[in-house]
């Protein structure tokens, strides 16, 4: 039953019109709202394109180009198995837009959906802001009024102070999948996740990467040993300037001139800068409101995703550091539960987070590192284990990709794991699971079946490397 609407006057004298929930954001902070808030007068808020970063310009299409980055990578190394492949060309267009005729309806559908199917829905499509706690400018020339406002604005890319980059163009994440002809040369700013995945997919589409990264590793939040090896297969695929900056970009005669604190120069088609995201909270005027926010522009929430203004909620890229949409979309169940059952907050639990990196090889991980063990004076035992010591790996003539876990000597519970090879992201999940339902490495190793010979025998043989007394149950 659709509420009627209400008209509330402002102390500006301005008439606003009333509404129990108020969601600044359509990735995951849209699906808060379904049928259960059928009572409530709700208003979505969206500056943006319907649908939020992961949908659009994000984990999903980004996925959807690595897949035929990962079939070019591997026709081009089949002569290492004795199998005569080869990589001949990609057919850019074609991919392009076979990913964005898959996406763009669904984004189209879910606008529509919102706007025209819900009775108890209002979209406002504008930049909105905070006028007070419980007021917003919908950046549409109307403002409201509500009792509980989720914001769920995400974030967006870090550009830097480059001198003469805004003068030569250039992409982000955000606008990289849509370019129309694959680049011969491609300059990359940054070495971070972004970096790592679009510098896998034009290189194995054959564009000529150069990635430059002002620290000595890529990947550099990973464990050391990841990320040194990461790095190492990087620079032989690409070329990686680490320790280096760019200082000016210019064009000249329909080509980029990059200028590096090297003293050297990258001769580019495109430069895609994948120097980092941050939160989009500096654009609500939250100071008006009186939310709060960290040194990094991150809002601050509780444990039950509150801010510190009673009736305003966050969840996702602009309320942790996390940015992964798997952590937005459990805050978001968690605010719907909160918002739904006042009485019977749930919390949301961030102690187990995995992440991956969908590069060539991929990365994932779940937990702290031996450095953070270290530096926190944990006591602790570590592993490893080759890919190419499991009968899968000799399969695959593995060379490189290896898995570490840090465990407690004392109470046998894994506190980390961290993977570079082939399927990482799904090689974790065992280990994610145990550290969610605590699991011992020894239950996990000894007390299942695995499967003989899948590539998951790397997460078994890594539990069992582990020190006998960590294994002994």
């Given at each position: 039953?659709?509420?009627?609407?209400?008209?509330?006057?402002?102390?500006?004298?301005?008439?606003?019109?009333?509404?129990?929930?108020?969601?600044?954001?359509?990735?995951?902070?849209?699906?808060?709202?379904?049928?259960?808030?059928?009572d409530k007068r709700v208003a979505i808020l969206e500056k943006g394109i319907f649908g939020g970063?992961?949908?659009?310009?994000?984990?999903?299409?980004?996925?959807?180009?690595?897949?035929?980055?990962?079939?070019?990578?591997?026709?081009?190394?089949?002569?290492?198995?004795?199998?005569?492949?080869?990589?001949?060309?990609?057919?850019?267009?074609?991919?392009?837009?076979?990913?964005?005729?898959?996406?763009?309806?669904?984004?189209?559908?879910?606008?529509?959906?919102?706007?025209?199917?819900?009775?108890?829905?209002?979209?406002?499509?504008?930049?909105?802001?905070?006028?007070?706690?419980?007021?917003?400018?919908?950046?549409?020339?109307?403002?409201?009024?509500?009792?509980?406002?989720?914001?769920?604005?995400?974030?967006?890319?870090?550009?830097?102070?480059?001198?003469?980059?805004?003068?030569?163009?250039?992409?982000?994440?955000?606008?990289?999948?849509?370019?129309?002809?694959?680049?011969?040369?491609?300059?990359?700013?940054?070495?971070?996740?972004?970096?790592?995945?679009?510098?896998?997919?034009?290189?194995?589409?054959?564009?000529?990467?150069?990635?430059?990264?002002?620290?000595?590793?890529?990947?550099?939040?990973e464990d050391e040993e990841i990320s040194a090896a990461y790095t190492d297969i990087a620079q032989?695929?690409?070329?990686?300037?680490?320790?280096?900056?760019?200082?000016?970009?210019?064009?000249?005669?329909?080509?980029?001139?990059?200028?590096?604190?090297?003293?050297?120069?990258?001769?580019?088609?495109?430069?895609?800068?994948?120097?980092?995201?941050?939160?989009?909270?500096?654009?609500?005027?939250?100071?008006?409101?009186?939310?709060?926010?960290?040194?990094?522009?991150?809002?601050?929430?509780?444990?039950?995703?509150?801010?510190?203004?009673?009736?305003?909620?966050?969840l996702g890229d602009i309320a942790n550091h996390f940015q992964l949409k798997h952590v937005s979309?459990?805050?978001?169940?968690?605010?719907?539960?909160?918002?739904?059952?006042?009485?019977?907050?749930?919390?949301?639990?961030?102690?187990?987070?995995?992440?991956?990196?969908?590069?060539?090889?991929?990365?994932?991980?779940?937990?702290?590192?031996?450095?953070?063990?270290?530096?926190?004076?944990?006591?602790?035992?570590?592993?490893?284990?080759?890919?190419?010591?499991?009968?899968?790996?000799?399969?695959?003539?593995?060379?490189?990709?290896?898995?570490?876990?840090?465990?407690?000597?004392?109470?046998?519970?894994?506190?980390?794991?961290?993977?570079?090879?082939?399927?990482?992201?799904?090689?974790?999940?065992?280990?994610?699971?145990?550290?969610?339902?605590?699991?011992?490495?020894?239950?996990?190793?000894?007390?299942?079946?695995?499967?003989?010979?899948?590539?998951?025998?790397?997460?078994?043989?890594?539990?069992?490397?582990?020190?006998?007394?960590?294994?002994?149950?």
């Amino acid at each position: 039953m659709c509420r009627l609407a209400v008209r509330a006057t402002g102390h500006d004298g301005r008439v606003s019109t009333h509404f129990d929930l108020a969601v600044i954001g359509t990735g995951s902070g849209n699906s808060i709202v379904d049928q259960r808030f059928a009572d409530k007068r709700v208003a979505i808020l969206e500056k943006g394109i319907f649908g939020g970063t992961c949908l659009n310009v994000g984990c999903i299409p980004t996925k959807m180009f690595v897949y035929p980055a990962d079939v070019a990578h591997s026709a081009a190394h089949g002569d290492r198995l004795g199998v005569e492949t080869r990589f001949d060309r990609a057919r850019w267009r074609e991919i392009r837009d076979r990913i964005f005729r898959r996406i763009d309806p669904i984004r189209d559908a879910g606008r529509h959906w919102r706007a025209d199917e819900n009775e108890n829905v209002t979209l406002f499509e504008g930049h909105a802001r905070f006028v007070d706690a419980h007021t917003l400018d919908t950046g549409t020339g109307e403002t409201i009024t509500a009792d509980d406002i989720v914001v769920a604005a995400g974030a967006r890319p870090v550009v830097p102070d480059i001198e003469g980059l805004e003068d030569v163009g250039f992409h982000t994440s955000d606008t990289i999948m849509r370019i129309d002809a694959l680049p011969d040369r491609m300059l990359i700013i940054g070495g971070g996740f972004v970096a790592a995945e679009f510098a896998h997919v034009f290189g194995s589409f054959d564009t000529h990467v150069t990635i430059v990264n002002r620290s000595s590793a890529l990947l550099r939040a990973e464990d050391e040993e990841i990320s040194a090896a990461y790095t190492d297969i990087a620079q032989k695929r690409w070329d990686v300037r680490l320790d280096t900056k760019v200082e000016k970009v210019e064009r000249r005669a329909g080509v980029i001139r990059a200028r590096l604190s090297d003293g050297t120069t990258a001769d580019v088609d495109v430069v895609l800068v994948a120097a980092g995201r941050r939160s989009n909270a500096d654009g609500l005027d939250l100071d008006r409101a009186a939310v709060l926010t960290d040194e990094d522009g991150v809002i601050i929430v509780d444990d039950h995703q509150r801010t510190n203004v009673e009736g305003i909620w966050a969840l996702g890229d602009i309320a942790n550091h996390f940015q992964l949409k798997h952590v937005s979309n459990l805050e978001a169940r968690v605010i719907q539960h909160n918002l739904l059952h006042p009485d019977d907050l749930i919390r949301a639990q961030h102690d187990v987070v995995p992440s991956a990196v969908f590069s060539h090889p991929q990365v994932a991980s779940v937990g702290i590192t031996e450095r953070q063990a270290v530096e926190r004076g944990l006591r602790h035992v570590v592993a490893t284990q080759k890919y190419g010591d499991t009968a899968y790996g000799w399969a695959m003539e593995d060379t490189t990709s290896f898995a570490k876990v840090v465990a407690d000597p004392d109470t046998g519970l894994i506190l980390g794991a961290h993977f570079l090879g082939p399927q990482a992201s799904n090689l974790v999940q065992p280990i994610v699971q145990a550290m969610s339902f605590g699991q011992t490495a020894h239950d996990v190793a000894r007390k299942q079946y695995w499967i003989h010979p899948a590539l998951m025998e790397v997460t078994e043989n890594l539990l069992l490397a582990l020190p006998d007394r960590t294994n002994a149950g």
